[in-house]
């Protein structure tokens, strides 16, 4: 294992390229967050973090986390990290072409639900939002593998699994 040295110039400018990345996937600018945060984040000094000219603590990065509703880890570069992940870019992991069975799911009326069943598919897409780096925190493309694993977590057929989404209006039209 590799120790990194958290004040090192390098990791923190990696640092703050995960902060920016987050940030902007999530569609705010750095005066949003200001705002959205009641000052608790400066537009100044969260540039100054994301430019990597100011180290951030461990119990302030742990508060941006939940501001930005993203585990910690995820604020913080990978080892295997040799360049900063785009993470407005879809990979080909994210990626669902139309008609191969997938679809979008609208998180922000997952998260307004509030039900065992609900529970259960956040935390499903929760797992895949963590997988693919993606917390932009609105929609949610699932492709066919995904969606047979939520039909077997609500205890139905993959077509029922689809209708039942759109009956709880989750199901956004691609």
């Given amino acids: 294992m590799n120790d990194v040295d958290a004040a090192d110039p390098t990791y923190a400018a990696k ?4 902060l920016r990345a987050i940030r902007k996937q999530k569609g705010l600018s750095l005066q949003d967050v ?3 945060s009641q000052q608790e984040f400066k537009a100044s000094v969260l540039g100054a973090y994301e430019r990597g000219e100011r180290a951030i603590s461990v ?3 742990a508060r941006l986390a939940r501001f930005y509703h993203v585990p910690v880890d995820q604020l913080l570069p990978h080892e295997a ?7 407005d870019r879809p990979t080909s992991e994210s990626r669902t072409a139309d008609g191969d069975g997938g679809i979008t799911i609208d998180l922000v009326k997952l998260e307004a639900l509030q039900n065992e069943e609900s529970t259960l598919l956040g935390r499903y897409l929760g797992m895949i939002q963590v997988q693919r780096g993606d ?3 609105r929609v949610l493309t699932v492709r066919r593998d995904d969606l047979r694993a939520i039909a077997c977590l609500l205890e139905l057929t993959p077509d029922t699994a ?3 989404l759109e009956d ?3 199901r956004l039209p691609r």
């Fill in 15 to 18: 640092v703050g390229s995960r």
């Fill in 34 to 36: 200001e705002a959205s």
């Fill in 59 to 61: 119990p302030r990065l």
């Fill in 81 to 87: 990290e040799d360049e900063v992940i785009d993470l």
């Fill in 135 to 137: 917390f932009n925190g």
């Fill in 162 to 164: 689809k209708r039942r």
């Fill in 168 to 170: 709880l209006g989750l």
